[in-house]
């Protein structure tokens, strides 16, 4: 389902699945991610679902995701403040990463076309985040909006990942849940 009108990047709460029509084959980021075969067809094959909570503490915007794929139950979370401050995270599937995530106007964003266009609202705030591998040579870089697709407006993530010379694109669409 569509997002609807009340879900904003201020108000994300909620469950959102992987739209897998609408969303880019993340293979080869998984693969760079140091993924191995058998955990990345376990994700192609697997419904990905984000159950997301947000909330303010201390005048900042937190957002704590649980994300599970199923069947098979692997699972990893992300908890994000929104200050873009660094802070060091053990994730299930990546390892040992630190990361810092932000409001951010487009404008603001560095250096690839790719995070800053196909928005809904070119104007406002969106989120960012950016993560880098402790141990893999890697970085991602995500902006977080919402994007219309066929006439449906959606929860959208562009993400960029680094490795070396090396570097993939995705795009990750999210169906709402109630």
Request: no cysteine.
């Amino acid at each position: 389902m569509a997002a609807p009108p009340e879900k904003t990047l201020k108000n994300l709460a909620g469950k959102w699945v992987m739209n897998k029509t609408l969303s880019d084959d993340t293979d080869r980021i998984l693969q760079m991610q140091g993924v191995g075969w058998f955990l990345r067809r376990a994700i192609a094959l697997a419904t990905v679902t984000l159950t997301i909570t947000e909330y303010i503490k201390d005048d900042l915007t937190h957002i704590d995701i649980s994300q599970v794929a199923s069947p098979g139950g692997i699972t990893s979370t992300e908890n994000r403040t929104l200050d873009w401050e660094y802070r060091d995270h053990s994730d299930r599937i990546f390892g040992e990463v630190k990361g810092k995530s932000r409001w951010v106007k487009l404008s603001e964003v560095d250096d690839d076309e790719f995070l800053k266009t196909g928005w809904d609202d070119l104007e406002g705030e969106h989120i960012q985040g950016y993560v880098e591998s402790k141990g893999g040579g890697w970085t991602a870089d995500q902006v977080w909006g919402f994007e219309v697709i066929d006439g449906k407006r959606y929860y959208v993530r562009h993400v960029v990942v680094r490795k070396g010379d090396d570097w993939k694109l995705a795009r990750l669409v999210y169906d709402y849940q109630n």
